[in-house]
């Protein structure tokens, strides 16, 4: 609760705990045990991770949520980030891209039209995101040394990291659109640049109710 209690507006604390009350009764049917014994650690950054007594069972999880909207995801592949968020205009979003983003993205951006900008930011965001948050890096720090596909249309996956291509190959990135007028991505370490063995993650969504 102490957690919850750094909310000062009573939806935004509701949000937080109705979110890590559905993580915990998720991670428990996986790991079949109750939910209020399960417990935590966390990274500098805040990413929660099992603590020792429940981190053998090889289970990698990550939370992300927006407004009213969360999503958890869960693996035993290896390594997960995921991210949502609310596909909206952004004001100065050139300017952000251009300041935040590599050269390479900023280059594409400029060239989309006005009307796909927001699709084409929200997927730059949520893509990269994902990956940092699996890895437990601060986005703040790190967003342009983490290169994807953005254009709408254009498959997702990851290009480079931090210059390295050989480093994004051993990442499965997937998209997908959780609500109307939402985008969001799910970034998987498989431990392998072997891309034929990437193409075999399946992907499976359910809806909590």
């Not at 417990?39 to 805040?46: A, I, Q, S, V, W």
């Not at 090889?58 to 596909?87: K, M, P, Q, Y």
């Not at 390295?164 to 609500?179: G, I, N, S």
Request: aromatic share 12%.
């Amino acid at each position: 609760m102490a957690r919850a209690n750094r909310f000062k507006f009573p939806h935004l604390r509701n949000r937080y705990i109705a979110g890590r009350g559905a993580l915990r009764a998720i991670l428990a049917h996986y790991l079949q045990t109750d939910a209020g014994a399960l417990r935590f650690d966390y990274l500098e950054n805040g990413k929660p991770m099992f603590a020792e007594q429940f981190a053998h069972d090889g289970i990698h999880f990550n939370l992300s949520h927006t407004g009213d909207l969360a999503l958890v995801a869960v693996t035993r592949i290896g390594l997960l980030g995921v991210d949502v968020e609310w596909v909206r205009p952004i004001k100065n979003v050139d300017e952000l891209v251009a300041r935040f983003f590599s050269e390479r993205e900023n280059e594409l951006f400029q060239k989309v039209p006005a009307e796909q900008k927001p699709a084409a930011f929200f997927n730059l965001w949520t893509r990269k995101e994902a990956l940092l948050k699996a890895t437990g890096e601060g986005i703040t720090r790190s967003l342009n040394l983490v290169e994807v596909s953005f254009l709408p249309g254009e498959p997702a996956r990851f290009l480079a990291i931090s210059g390295d291509a050989k480093a994004a190959e051993q990442w499965t990135l997937r998209d997908f659109t959780p609500a109307k007028e939402y985008a969001g991505a799910v970034a998987v370490q498989q431990g392998t640049s072997n891309a034929e063995r990437a193409a075999q993650i399946e992907i499976k969504a359910w809806k909590w109710e």
